[in-house]
């Protein structure tokens, strides 16, 4: 029987993609890796405003505050998921024209913690602001891109669920640090067409390759808003949860608006000995983004 060959790139579409691929850049460990998008950073960062920030108890016992994001680069609804009492959202608190302590309440532009009865918005005796226990070191971040298969639908293609759940865990240790939830689903080419790039990986392409045949560039994402997120949030110095180089290159932003002074990696459970994801197809993806899109991960030997 003939063994079926896996379609391959349409190298005239794709052509600026597939020199991409082949040209190696070296990084400052002296690796060679070999890239699938030009790094482009915005000349200007989008505008943001933070709607309505409220406080969800979670299952693990942490309470987090959710901050909903509006912008003016697209109608997706990107939050920022905030860990602590010291980060503040500079345009959740501005004093909006004609409101209302209720209003400010409602829209959670509120000091410490709602309790029945409250009238203000402001701190008082009642609601003193307990800062939460701080260290030296910057807060740490995590820009974490919508993955509604990894996340919500049990799947083990790829590690998204378990990466946001360790940032979480990781996060919450430390007290106070944020992951910005981005809502581009499929490394930004949407639902519909990352199922269609699944089904072309069952038949024998890569993640990088599936993209490619769908027309869509490897990564599509970008990552303006989160910085301007992080801008808002009052965050300058950040360590970065990420084995992405170019989001620490995007997320700095075209005039340094946030520095990132160290990367913390991000290494899949199941690498490192503890029970995690585990499947054929996430060793696969896992390479390719080591080998095709440069990820600083480091296969172990045993795999
Ligand atoms: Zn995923």
């Known amino acids: 029987m003939e063994t079926p060959t896996p379609v391959k790139p349409n190298a005239q579409l794709v052509q600026s993609e597939i020199e991409c691929v082949n040209t190696p850049i070296q990084f400052p460990n002296g690796q060679l890796k070999h890239p699938v998008r030009k790094i482009e950073t915005p000349k200007a960062l989008p505008n943001v405003r933070c709607l309505v920030r409220a406080r969800i108890p979670t299952v693990q016992g942490t309470e987090i505050f959710l901050h909903l994001y509006k912008n ?178 995007s997320i700095e932003g075209p005039n340094d608006e946030v520095h990132v002074v160290e990367r913390v990696s991000m290494i899949p459970k199941a690498w490192k000995g503890e029970k995690g994801v585990k499947s054929k197809e996430l060793g696969d993806y896992l390479r390719t983004k080591i080998t095709k899109m440069g990820h600083l991960l480091d296969v172990p030997d045993k795999l």
Request: with cysteine; net charge negative; glycine share 8%.
């Open 72 to 249: 003016d680069q697209d109608t997706k609804e990107h939050l920022a998921i905030v860990f602590g009492n010291n980060i503040r959202s500079s345009s959740l608190d501005a004093v909006q024209e004609g409101e209302t302590e209720m209003d400010r309440m409602i829209r959670g532009a509120y000091v410490g913690k709602l309790y029945p009865g409250r009238t203000t918005s402001t701190a008082d005796f009642k609601v003193q602001q307990t800062e939460t226990e701080d260290s030296d070191a910057p807060y740490l971040v995590r820009i974490h891109s919508e993955c509604y298969t990894g996340e919500t639908a049990w799947s083990a293609r790829c590690d998204c669920g378990e990466q946001l759940n360790e940032a979480a865990r990781l996060i919450s240790n430390e007290g106070n640090g944020v992951i910005v939830y981005l809502r581009q689903e499929g490394r930004g080419i949407g639902l519909a067409e990352k199922l269609k790039a699944y089904n072309l990986q069952d038949l024998g392409n890569d993640t990088v390759e599936a993209n490619l045949l769908l027309q869509h560039p490897a990564d599509s994402r970008s990552y303006g808003i989160a910085t301007s997120i992080l801008v808002d949030l009052g965050l300058h110095d950040i360590r970065l949860l990420t084995n992405n180089p170019d989001k620490i290159t």
